[in-house]
């Protein structure tokens, strides 16, 4: 397989990538929020625009009834729910065990301090939805761009 083939399938998701992390700092510095470009969680999940845009890329490239296509649903849908769910529920237990050892250690900051956990952010089903648009979007345009160029 030539060096392109694998760039028309992994190119679209890189952009995802960095569209989806830009629109994440963007709507971060309208908030006043946390601004680290890298930063899990928030608007629009990341990781779902990537398998997104590589899944349409795919439908793209092979069809809809193909077992590329079908392998790459299943994993955009394996990791949409992990957002949605393992990550986002991970991150609010971790939060209230913070709170907990806040309370408990109350007598000891330094001690409540250090028994504090990193907040790992997973997603809400609108963030979600978002990663959803983005990769579309990207791997959408990424193949009308493509076609326009290459015919």
């Known amino acids: 397989m030539?060096?392109?083939?694998?760039?028309?399938?992994?190119?679209?998701?890189?952009?995802?990538?960095?569209?989806?992390?830009?629109?994440?700092?963007?709507?971060?510095?309208f908030k006043k929020g946390d601004k680290d470009i890298l930063a899990s969680g928030g608007m629009p999940s990341t990781h779902t625009a990537v398998v997104i845009s590589l899944t349409t890329r795919i439908a793209y490239l092979e069809g809809f009834g193909t077992p590329v296509f079908s392998a790459c649903a299943i994993f955009a849908i394996v990791v949409m729910f992990d957002a949605i769910n393992v990550r986002y529920v991970a991150g609010e237990l971790t939060k209230k065990y913070n709170a907990m050892a806040k309370f408990v250690y109350k007598d000891d900051p330094e001690k409540a301090e250090k028994e504090q956990m990193k907040v790992i952010n997973g997603h809400t089903l609108a963030e979600v939805v978002a990663g959803v648009a983005v990769g579309v979007f990207v791997g959408l345009v990424y193949s009308f761009i493509e076609g326009a160029i290459l015919k």
């Open 2 to 29: 030539a060096f392109y083939e694998y760039i028309k399938i992994l190119l679209p998701a890189g952009l995802a990538w960095v569209a989806a992390q830009v629109v994440k700092f963007i709507i971060a510095a």
